[in-house]
């Protein structure tokens, strides 16, 4: 039985390369082996529900477009929204989601009631998820819509705010626990500040340090065995945003002694507005040892602000995922999609197409960069590009056994004069091009 | 006796606020007292060599503009390009002036001769600071003109370029003690990638690490007592600079244990190219504790690159001055102008006229600076929005003496409901306007 | 008596530059004299409805902050709305206030209630201008925020909402028209596209052309002596809005017969989005005949969306006002604050010290602006740098009495091989500078 | 016999999609037909002088990396150069080459001496024509590289200045016309100002104006059958540009009674720049009736400047395309590379792999675009979008047959109240993703 919402559309079938329907998956076949792997597998697509089922459409100039018949602050309304979400889960062979507290249940008039509320409605997803099998990537607190966190929730000059969303946090991982989550997710969209003039950057600082040393001693605490992650991004809503891109929150690890207990959800639109490439997030984080999982959605390169679209340039995409498998692919990650409609697309079958073209693209995506791996040109090459620093003197100046004016004195002895080679960047994108 | 490159201009008189002579200062007057220090020991200018003195007025799109009688590279014109350098710097009262080795000698055929050169060179300027007075604010390496460098000087993938760049640095480091100079600067134009395709994230990190250890190592070895100085910036020339801005610094210092080692030499320009204001940056490094020195010279916030303009909006520089002054001024840094004439600004008199304007600029702004410190009016609105943090059970949370159930009990069980407060940011800008 | 929102506060006295009264006026003093005429006659500041008293302080992440006694869509509120607004108009001494239809009536059910309900309104503003001695600087037609805009006003695929908007601006010409307004403004928000893909660029300029010389047509019609203003805006809410600037304004102005009927409404913070500095719009606006009028509202350089704020860089403000006065300054046109509160500025104080400060920074840079024209300097420096045009062969080329080949065998002939001259540019900055 | 610059490359051979042939085509077979048209007749490829034969791989930072054996400024070395360039332009089976006068002859003393060489290389070029059947797509001026050009060519406020670049625009259209060329571009890098405060718009208005009528009038004079192209491009070198983009230089065209005359040659890192998607460019112009010719060389979308790179990305290719064959194709027009290699890219196999890779996108991009025109939904849904507007009412407004007040009228009566639908966004994209 069906809520009706997608009316007489039951099946996403796979059709092909060559199916025009658009209702029909071109590319993303769940089963299919690459590298060893069903595709599902590697994907771990999840749908996210603030956009596809919170957000009315508005915009900062317009009001709601969406006509939801969920779209009221009640328990009966956020159980339908929950019917409809999981029917559209399962439509789209998502087998993950994601959600925010907020998003979920209805808005209390006050801590207990936000926690009784959460909690009936995890019950009833606990259901859901035993009747369709669909899992959750990650669960996460909303902590920026409500007034309250105006002025930052962990970073907030009033400590009430801050013992207000540390409860609040608290009650979203025992939600994320008992959901069988494999992650949980915090995103800073309050934690930074509108103007240095009212601010104290290192009271911030300690006070941000301290919550997420807080979540992972709870995380601990309650067994929990999913990652934490954080979702960088430089700004907006917020002018400066603390976690500005994954170097950023590096270092902020660090000086916190959290290198080893927290990973990144990198976006793809976050990274755009840090002024990187999706595939240097994924690359630096990488080789930090800190990638943990991806929202994969994209931001117009010229808007300045957050444009949340699905996923559809081929190309990007496939970098992307060669950067993931190379750093071995998800564990505990997937690839959610944080995305949202344009908000003049108003009707359900643009929420379904919209799913079904980013996770084909995803899909292509992942089958050229798997392509390029086995391939195994690119690789090669940025080896033997290297390949100097293998030799023993080389390696000796790397492990510190050579001090600056020993190298100077052998520079000078031997009149050595190194001779540049050519990068071959444009051979390099052409052999991408093969593969895309 | 002068080089006649001035012609008659003979000194540049301190006149105050009302003069329209052009070749006069209007508020840089070195022996003011400002909050108690003379205006001269809080700025700390320093004129650079570089864009003043062997920049041709090129751009991307154009050749030389610019008409000198030194430019050609002999140790002739090295030695006359010198002598008009300390003429300017004399006139300009500039205490301090930086170099890179490649702005002052010749080119040689190898690291041998270079060497050779810049010693020669820096007999000279040894002379000339005792004659003259002038002192080394810092000194720095160019390891990104050279085609050499171009994959990178530290992070070349040939261990080679890392061994010249070495030495080089070495003999720049020798230089710099020998000169008495206060700082040595690293700016990494090449450290970084044009493409991901052809880069190891991972093995040119731990190149570039090993490179500032070295550094650090031959500092303490030779006994050089001035900072050593890193000078973030996000790109240009290079698609992506390792060393994008401070808090991906502070990463990368923590991650090769140099934190305590190593300061920013922050620049307008460069914060702004990473999405920061000046004051951002300036503010994140002294919560950091590895604030420095400063590169006062803006970028057209409208212009992607690097445009290295001298600064003229006094509101912004007394932004900046405020935050310098809050983290306690100068102690081995200073005031850097890395600025550059327009490439239409022919003549003589528009190098003096630019420099004056600018250090104008500054002296208002550090002037409006001390008198916002002075009234306390804003950092009286900072402490008292944070006065909250001082309560003993905000400070319990704080030093981790709560875990995260027991504040959501506590918030449970006190009903706590935070109300926000205004942040006033119209009032503290308009306070501002009080002063600038 | 008052309507108690703004508790005790009954006058914003100007009190001068060393007061720190955050309520007085420290630059902006009505009847001073600059440049032969009244502050307050060049200014002609006014105050705009729709940020101070419909935007409930949500952002994309974020909902409301303020608590206003007015938000509710019932006629009484919009009465007492109008109450509170009147009174902050006079607080302010703003002479002029600017509004949407949307602003100040109830939402009605459909197009003959909209038009009753404005109405009813438009009654109670006359009686309130006739009260208060407050004009209405100008009116204009919301056509973005209604779900029916969302493809479009004028360019909509559907023609029906061509007509509904026709008929709307049809009642705000009215309404504008009775309550004496000197200017009537259009904004296309929506007049744009999302994506090309489902756009037909040629049908939707001939709508847009078509709407215009409606809206010219119709104000001959009723004899409205305003001026029709355009605002332009490159981008946000749409990803492409045709009015993108004022270079692009005038083209389609010519294209429909329009650049002698219509001028432009030029905002800081659409320039800036535009890739433009104000003071360019303002000059390209001048040279083209058609400046008109100002919002004078900053974006935030850093941030890619209209961020709205007061105006608080004085050297900014200085040289927009310089380019005005150049043209003439206002005519029908005046200085409107299109600028909302930072969402964290939650109290009736940040209302109006936001307005002091703005209202204040604009004061200090028109009297600037006048000194510099005044002083003649940079204007002389224009005037010589020309100066061989006004040669005789010169203008012989311009005016089109010699043709291509006879200029080439002139400077054939003549060996002409002209040599650059300075541009000074870092000298006219300075020069501003005496003034700021 | 070959200049041996190629080594033993002496052809690129078509080899099909399964290729790995670094020098192969894989998708450019110039005698495949698309759309009953050969494919080479519809991208009409042009590959560029001055990025491949005169750029010496100089950026901001760092100077000549390409050691090429033509690098002096002699007559001798201009013919060697000459020599290679025509044989790349066989090797890649280019049709087209496209030059300014500065790239292809040696800088003379004088104008006359200019002249001259340009014509004794001219001669050499008309025999290369001869010999290789590579035709002229192009010629155009350097009037931005020289000293003398720094404040502008047309609009330099010296007129000497604007009549030594008409005399050289002169000699520049000789030479194209004799070779045959198919079009003469303006590009106005100079055209423009660093700083409004030494700038006189409305008079370098004139001057443009005044310059491009001169051109046109002399192309008649002459019988040049081919189309005068200009170039927009928003800022870089020149702070603004006055040919900022499609709209502003047709605004530029209209205002000079141009806009017949002359059309435009658009280039997708310029539109980057100017904050357009490069469809939007072509689109534009194709509504406005002055679409000319393309530059296919892209920007990084997140560097600030203009990095020539070579197009690599099909999706975004093919939109280009689906524009370019709906607006009819070219006719004199074509797709020019004025791409550069990355300056690391030392080696003259990667001058022609950068090409092959280039001409094998648009070769892709091609023929998707076809594909999509054939297909037939993209267009139909665009109709059916519009259906409206062929009502008679409809068409009775559009045609300015209806009244504001009428319309009103017909509004209230009916009680018109429209119903938005959804414009399909992602489903248009997931459509464009069949074909890419
Ligand atoms: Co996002
Ligand atoms: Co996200
Ligand atoms: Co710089
Ligand atoms: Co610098
Ligand atoms: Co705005
Ligand atoms: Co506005
Ligand atoms: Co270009
Ligand atoms: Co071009």
């Avoid at 969406?66 to 559209?88: G, Q």
């Avoid at 992972?216 to 907006?236: M, N, T």
């Avoid at 603390?242 to 902020?252: I, K, L, M, N």
């Avoid at 991806?294 to 060669?322: C, H, I, K």
Wanted: glycine share 8%; proline share 4%.
């Amino acid at each position: 039985m069906t809520t009706g919402f997608f009316r007489d559309i039951t099946e996403i079938p796979y059709e092909g390369a060559d199916s025009t329907n658009p209702l029909a998956f071109r590319h993303y076949n769940p089963d299919e082996i690459v590298m060893g792997k069903r595709m599902e597998d590697h994907l771990r697509f999840a749908t996210c529900y603030w956009h596809n089922f919170v957000w009315p459409g508005n915009d900062p100039f317009g009001g709601q477009t969406f006509d939801r018949p969920w779209f009221n602050d009640t328990m009966e309304a956020a159980k339908l929204k929950a019917d409809v979400a999981f029917e559209m889960f399962q439509l789209l062979k998502s087998p993950y989601y994601c959600f925010h507290d907020l998003d979920v249940r209805p808005e209390g008039a006050d801590f207990a009631e936000n926690t009784r509320n959460l909690n009936e409605i995890v019950d009833y997803f606990a259901e859901k998820q035993a009747q369709t099998g669909v899992k959750l990537l990650w669960g996460t607190a909303n902590l920026f819509s409500n007034a309250k966190y105006m002025s930052g929730a962990s970073t907030n000059p009033d400590p009430d705010v801050f013992a207000f969303s540390a409860a609040t946090i608290k009650t979203c991982m025992d939600a994320t626990h008992r959901l069988g989550g494999e992650n949980y997710v915090l995103w800073g969209g309050r934690e930074g500040y509108e103007t240095l003039l009212n601010t104290d950057l290192g009271q911030e600082d300690q006070q941000m340090g301290r919550m997420l040393n807080l979540v992972v001693e709870y995380k601990h605490k309650i067994g929990f065995k999913g990652a934490i992650l954080v979702e960088p991004k430089p700004q907006e809503p917020t002018k400066h945003q603390y976690d500005y891109d994954t170097a950023t929150v590096y270092g902020f690890l660090k000086r916190h002694g959290l290198e080893n207990e927290v990973k990144m959800n990198l976006e793809q639109g976050h990274a755009i507005l840090a002024g990187h490439s999706f595939e240097h997030e994924i690359a630096t984080a990488s080789a930090l040892g800190i990638f943990g999982s991806v929202d994969m959605n994209r931001n117009d390169y010229q808007s300045g602000w957050d444009t949340d679209q699905f996923p559809n340039n081929v190309p990007e995409v496939a970098l992307a995922y060669y950067h993931i498998l190379k750093a071995g692919g998800f564990t505990t990650g997937g690839t959610n999609f944080d995305a949202k409609l344009r908000r003049q697309s108003l009707d359900a079958e643009d929420m379904l197409m919209a799913h079904v073209g980013g996770m084909d693209v995803c899909a292509r995506g992942l089958k050229a960069a798997a392509a390029m791996i086995e391939d195994g040109t690119m690789d090669q090459f940025v080896t033997d590009r290297y390949a100097g620093w293998q030799q023993p003197e080389a390696q000796a100046m790397l492990q510190g056994k050579r001090s600056l004016d020993e190298i100077a004195a052998h520079v000078e002895a031997t009149g050595l004069n190194p001779k540049p080679r050519s990068g071959r960047q444009e051979y390099l994108e052409n052999v991408v091009n093969r593969f895309v």
